[in-house]
């Protein structure tokens, strides 16, 4: 009797503690703590070095670290380029955590306007934001399986900001000397919220007009977007395009704010802006990126900076268009957002990317 009794309870204490069991803090629209004095464990996985809005979003993750909200585990990149992760190190180690790791990535090779940041000279003539010494970039793949493997089980949140080229490479994955189980059980075992800018959701009536876009992450790599849309064996959050895109970056904000508390990326955005518009620091750009990382971070309901779409299943056709089927045993959901929503939103960007 006492060995079924503890058998009863056993089985009930596995219940909660699988990944995916509502065991968030109370009034948390995601589960992605236990309590509201967690630190989140993130990995971020980005093509920075494209645009700019992921790199407000590397600025949102080290103030939030900061705070005590989050702990930042590593940095990978989707992109083969060295301009990109030695921009990642020089910004890791300016907000004072030169120790991140950094992982180069197995996708395209793409242009970078981050090279003009790491030769950035002060008026001493010395560069303003270096490369640590002695850094070395690791290859993606590895380092994703080797911190995953270290993390506690059901802890890593990852934020995906960038084309699915290392995720799905990750899922296929076999085992190593970190870990012996093939990626997608470690996945499986570690991971315990994914969240992705990617796709475009026409689900409430005043997004009609994303229905048919095909969102640039996705077309980068659209079978890698079908591959971890499909097979991520765990809950995936989605910000489509239409969410960053109605929330745009306030040119006074960054001319006043980040000219002085966050100067790294008032500069990043100049070498951004001189390469890509005519508009210069007057050029509102959307904040794809920041979504992904501040509702991830900030899941309180009380906040009122999202809602969540119902469960269901996530697809890209093969011109990478996005499929959203509703479905009560689905893992996926999407942000959603009201005016107000907006407003509130892009008031939080300016204030929490520009503390010091």
């Known amino acids: ?148 493997a270290a993390a506690e089980d059901c802890s890593v949140v990852i934020v995906l900001l960038g084309p699915c080229s290392n995720l799905a490479a990750l899922l296929d994955s076999s085992a190593d000397a970190a870990s012996p189980l093939g990626g997608r059980e470690l996945v499986e075992k570690k991971v315990r919220l994914l969240s992705v800018m990617a796709g475009a959701f026409a689900i409430d009536e005043t997004a009609a007009s994303y229905a048919a876009h095909r969102e640039w992450n996705v077309i980068c790599d659209v079978p890698a977007a079908q591959k971890v849309a499909r097979e991520w064996p765990g809950e995936i959050v989605f910000s489509g395009y239409e969410v960053g895109d109605r929330i745009r970056i306030n040119p006074v904000n960054l001319k006043r704010d980040y000219s002085k508390r966050a100067k790294i990326i008032h500069d990043s955005f100049g070498y951004w802006a001189a390469e890509n518009t005519d508009e210069g620091f007057d050029h509102r750009r959307p904040t794809w990126g920041p979504t992904s990382v501040l509702f991830v971070l900030r899941p309180e309901a009380g906040r009122g900076y999202y809602t969540l779409s119902e469960p269901g299943d996530v697809d890209f056709d093969d011109d990478g268009v996005t499929l959203f089927t509703p479905n009560p045993e689905g893992k996926r959901r999407c942000f959603l957002q009201d005016e107000a929503a907006r407003v509130r939103v892009g008031e939080a960007f300016v204030n929490l990317c520009s503390e010091p």
């Open 1 to 148: 009797m006492k060995y079924d009794l503890f058998f009863v309870i056993l089985t009930i204490a596995s219940v909660f503690i699988r990944c995916g069991t509502p065991l968030a803090a109370e009034d948390d629209l995601l589960d992605v703590r236990d309590s509201a004095a967690d630190a989140i464990p993130v990995i971020l996985d980005t093509d920075i070095g494209g645009d700019i809005d992921d790199t407000f979003a590397l600025a949102l993750l080290h103030n939030f670290e900061s705070r005590g909200v989050c702990k930042l585990l590593g940095v990978t990149t989707t992109d083969v380029n060295p301009a990109d992760v030695d921009f990642v190190a020089a910004f890791n180690a300016n907000y004072g955590r030169p120790e991140i790791p950094v992982g180069v990535g197995v996708g395209r090779k793409d242009g970078s306007y981050l090279s003009g940041i790491t030769s950035q000279k002060d008026a001493s003539g010395a560069l303003e934001y270096p490369v640590p010494e002695g850094f070395k970039a690791r290859e993606a793949i590895p380092l994703l399986r080797e911190t995953l």
